[in-house]
């Protein structure tokens, strides 16, 4: 299968930060790429479809303002939570491909 | 909106025994794709199988199998000869376009393989 990089794997910043976070395929062109958060022992839910060279598409309820994700190249999206709060700390996982979705490792994000 | 149930949140299963994992979804739509995926404690999600709506034949891969029924709207994921390696959650996903379409999941069901 497809195979998909994420980057960081973890990490743990103060409230009122922002963390980027990278999502690479590596081994096909991604027009489109999918932004999942996934809290504990809970299913994945979409947060918004990255698209290469156009403006992201959010579900109903995200923040644009406070989760921006650019994809800028068909191999390269990244999410980027602004201001980051204590709500925010989840798992955050990309996905992406052509007659099936893969999926990077996700990234655990901690806000103290 | 498409959705999707899966109404086991728990299962176990004897290892070397065969266990059955359900799934209903909710769609109009006559074209589709179906998943089942698994998470093992690493939270690497891992495609187990895949099967497009339009074919009748039930896709297999090695020890995992489904049984997809349209017209009820059921796809149930059948792993044989269970491995401890098995255990991990399980997610049923549903696409309307495959990979470059969002994936709706269900819950989750957790797959326990005791020796």
């Known amino acids: 299968g497809a195979v998909v990089s994420q980057h960081p794997s973890r990490v743990i910043c103060k409230s009122g930060t922002s963390v980027k976070i990278e999502c690479r395929s590596l081994?096909?062109?991604?027009?489109?790429m999918f932004w999942y958060r996934q809290f504990p022992k809970q299913s994945l839910m979409l947060m918004a479809t990255?698209?290469?060279?156009?403006?992201?598409?959010?579900e109903q309820g995200v923040e644009k303002d406070k989760f921006l994700i650019n994809h800028a190249s068909l191999t390269l999206s990244t999410l980027t939570v602004t201001s980051a709060h204590p709500e925010d700390s989840s798992f955050y996982i990309c996905?992406?491909?052509?007659?099936?979705?893969?999926f990077g490792p996700g990234t655990r994000l901690t806000v103290l | 909106a498409q959705t999707v149930t899966q109404s086991q949140p728990e299962m176990s299963v004897q290892e070397a025994e065969t266990v059955t994992l359900s799934c209903t979804y909710d769609?109009?739509?006559?074209?589709?794709?179906l998943f089942w995926y698994k998470q093992p404690p690493s939270r690497q999600m891992i495609l187990v199988i895949r099967?497009?709506?339009?074919?009748?034949q039930n896709a297999t891969e090695n020890r995992f199998s489904v049984n997809f029924q349209k017209a009820a709207k059921s796809f149930s994921l059948k792993i044989s000869d269970s491995q401890l390696g098995d255990a991990a959650m399980y997610f049923c996903?549903?696409?309307?376009?495959?990979?470059?379409?969002?994936?709706?999941f269900g819950k989750g069901t957790k797959l326990t393989v005791n020796p």
């Open positions: 996905g992406g491909g052509l007659y099936e979705q893969f």
């Open positions: 996903a549903f696409s309307l376009q495959g990979g470059s379409e969002k994936l709706v």
């Open positions: 081994d096909f062109q991604a027009t489109t």
């Open positions: 990255s698209n290469e060279g156009s403006k992201a598409t959010y």
């Open positions: 099967q497009e709506a339009y074919k009748q």
């Open positions: 769609t109009s739509e006559s074209d589709y794709y």
